[in-house]
């Protein structure tokens, strides 16, 4: 599914990804755990597109093609979702004007028909009922007015529409309460499958009791330093990033 | 300025032809605009308040009324095809082939000013004295304010060539179920037009007035429209304008609308046409609880010029005032926002907004905004804030990382900053007008067609 060959990235010449390795397998869900500023949220943005991180060796293959030829939208097409730490508000953009225009882009892409009005709003509601989502939420301007609860389930509302086969969840645990952290991990466990992979990033194990990983690794300046099964999630919450040195060792 | 000197002959030769010419009333009024024409001419960059709009292109341009097509055959824009009451003028002459006033309630009257003065040049005159005139002096004594808002050689310009345009009055009490049209249709290379719109909307009445200004085939040629609004007691104007021209187009429009007591009187103005447009608004709140909403939304692109100048003149107490003015400028375009809200001694509790910003998609778009607010009341609530900004990267990545690709995404976050002046609009068919007059022109800036065809849900 993807395979991650010695990456490494800088931004503004600064090198925050060193070397990494990482090959998840279809059906996969790898939690990459770390201290803040080892690199993970530049991981997921590598991995998405973002204009500003500049890939200087290394490489993605996704799929069997080159995911770092592709732009941002090609990525997505292509079937890579990143659910954002801080989903973005885009005031006077409706989420359905926002989502349908999405959705027929990646339809388009795979050669399927595009959704007419009608067929996409029936879509949405079955999808946005199953997150709790109310036909408000799913009208309103995009985010805007959402508490972190919400944008964080509208962000699983737009990977349930959108299927993809790779999904990044970049600190999806931040910002939540218990009750709105379980909806939300509902929803995402909802949507493994067998084709489906994804990475889960996280700074703390309490998102992985929800959504359990097969994998786990620790990811230190810029390396993954230490992989193993789901235990070492709480084995890394009873004794901290300390082992894995400062950034002065790296 | 030649043009001065070539108007003067055109003054002559063509005063003695124009509807109503010998009779006392109308020649006062075309006497005393050429005489202010003369005494102003053409506004320069040295008055204050066109620092930021040179109209040297205006030396190029012929000031001569154009004669008028009799072309019949012209699409004409509508915000309700077929449900409203509209007056057409082809190259700013009235086209009553094309028009269509229909049946109007009682209390009601709607003329061309050309019609009204054929049948009475006297009552023409008396309707048109009617009208505030706007002013170049607030009046006030604190602070100099020379030539602010309005150019009023350029009104001038307009009164010695008055023959054209269009009235509106609504009598007390009366609701116009459809909107009434102004049309103007520019299809000749060029020429000028000079028309003069008067609505009056008398005390409790209610109406709604769509404005456009479009071409169909016009090249060069150049719009100068004076306006003139009373909003009477518990009455409400909802009032449009769609400024769509040519691309060499001139447009040069300036509007002076007074509001009784719980009056309300709200102006949009879009601009996308034209390879230089302005818009100037003036609105004075004269009776306790009036109220106005002046909102503006602009496009420009190439090397066009936008401009977009107001004066909200809070002169009773218990007022509001609220104005958004957003724009869009791509390539060497360039835009002004002046906005002035004045409040006088005696308006107490006024309630006065102000709201601009400029999306800029260039490195050589251009926004002079300026602000000012001249506050003579101690009991107020006042506002105002400008931006000028690009377009937000993360909103972008976001978009674009759901699949959307980057133009699609791009026309998408343009439409939405403008949709959100659009929704400023009172009148649901103007708004939904706006609405896609905007999606319209940001298809031909961007190429991409934004579909923004969702049901609505619940539906």
């Known amino acids: 599914m993807l395979e991650i060959k010695n990456l490494h990235a800088t931004v503004d010449g600064k090198e925050i990804l060193k070397g990494i390795n990482l090959t998840i397998n279809p059906g996969e869900v790898h939690a990459i755990m770390g201290p803040n500023g080892s690199g993970k949220s530049t991981l997921s943005y590598v991995l998405s597109g973002r204009d500003g991180y500049e890939v200087t060796e290394g490489s993605v293959t996704f799929q069997g093609k080159d995911l770092l030829a592709m732009e941002a939208e090609e990525r997505a097409a292509e079937g890579v979702f990143l659910a954002f730490q801080y989903p973005v508000e885009i005031p006077g953009v409706s989420n359905t004007t926002f989502l349908k225009t999405a959705l027929n882009a990646v339809r388009k892409h795979k050669g399927l028909p595009e959704l007419d009005a009608m067929q996409f709003l029936k879509l949405i509601r079955a999808k946005a009922k199953a997150l709790n989502m109310n036909d408000d939420m799913i009208k309103r301007a995009v985010n805007v007015g959402f508490s972190g609860g919400e944008k964080k389930r509208n962000d699983i509302l737009q990977m349930a529409m959108l299927e993809p086969s790779f999904a990044i969840l970049d600190e999806t645990d931040s910002g939540l309460d218990i009750d709105a952290l379980k909806l939300v991990a509902d929803g995402v466990n909802s949507l493994r499958s067998p084709e489906r992979s994804m990475l889960v990033i996280t700074h703390y194990q309490r998102l992985l009791s929800y959504i359990v990983p097969d994998h786990v690794h620790v990811l230190a300046y810029g390396k993954i330093v230490r992989s193993g099964g789901k235990e070492l999630a709480l084995e890394l919450e009873a004794k901290g990033y300390a082992e894995f040195g400062s950034p002065e060792a790296a | ?459």
């Open chain 2, 1 to 459: 300025m030649a043009a001065i000197a070539t108007l003067k002959d055109l003054y002559e030769t063509l005063s003695p032809g124009l509807p109503g010419a010998g009779a006392a009333g109308l020649d006062r009024l075309r006497a005393d605009g050429y005489a202010r024409f003369l005494a102003d001419g053409i506004p320069t960059p040295k008055v204050e308040g066109w620092k930021y709009t040179n109209l040297r292109d205006l030396a190029g341009v012929s000031l001569a009324p154009a004669q008028g097509a009799a072309n019949t055959d012209l699409a004409l824009p509508s915000v309700a095809p077929g449900e409203t009451h509209r007056l057409v003028f082809v190259d700013g002459r009235f086209n009553a082939a094309l028009s269509a006033v229909g049946t109007l309630p009682q209390g009601v009257t709607l003329d061309s000013l050309r019609g009204l003065i054929e049948a009475s040049p006297a009552y023409a005159a008396e309707v048109l004295d009617r009208f505030p005139a706007p002013k170049s002096d607030t009046g006030l004594r604190v602070g100099p304010n020379p030539g602010r808002g309005q150019a009023l050689g350029l009104v001038g310009l307009n009164g010695a060539f008055l023959a054209e345009g269009a009235v509106l009055t609504v009598g007390e009490g009366v609701t116009l179920a459809q909107p009434v049209e102004f049309v103007f249709i520019a299809t000749a290379a060029d020429g000028a037009w000079h028309p003069r719109l008067l609505i009056d909307v008398a005390a409790g009445a209610k109406v709604t007035v769509a404005e456009h200004h479009v071409a169909r085939g016009g090249g060069a040629t150049f719009a100068n429209i004076v306006s003139g609004v009373r909003v009477g007691e518990g009455a409400i104007l909802r009032h449009a304008k769609f400024q769509e021209e040519a691309e060499t187009a001139l447009h040069l429009a300036s509007v002076t609308a007074t509001v009784a007591a719980s009056g309300t009187y709200e102006t949009f103005v879009l601009t996308t046409g034209g390879r230089l447009a302005r818009t100037d608004v003036q609105v004075r709140l004269e009776g306790p609880g009036a109220s106005t909403r002046v909102s503006g939304a602009y496009g420009v692109d190439g090397s066009r010029h936008a401009d977009f100048t107001s004066l909200i003149d809070h002169v009773a107490a218990n007022c509001t005032s609220r104005e958004v003015v957003k724009g869009v400028i791509d390539g060497r375009g360039r835009a002004v926002f002046q906005g002035k809200i004045i409040v006088r001694p005696d308006a107490q509790k006024t309630d006065g907004h102000q709201l601009n910003r400029a999306l800029l998609l260039s490195d050589t778009a251009e926004i002079d905004a300026k602000p000012e607010l001249e506050i003579y009341a101690d009991d107020v609530k006042c506002s105002h804030g400008a931006t000028a900004g690009e377009l937000d990267e993360e909103a972008l990545f976001y978009l674009r990382a759901r699949g959307i690709p980057a133009d699609t995404a791009r026309a998408l976050l343009i439409a939405a900053f403008l949709d959100e002046v659009a929704e400023e609009i009172g009148d649901e068919r103007l708004r939904a007008y706006a609405m896609a007059r905007i999606q319209e022109r940001i298809g031909r800036l961007t190429g991409i067609t934004v579909d923004t065809d969702v049901p609505v849900l619940g539906e």
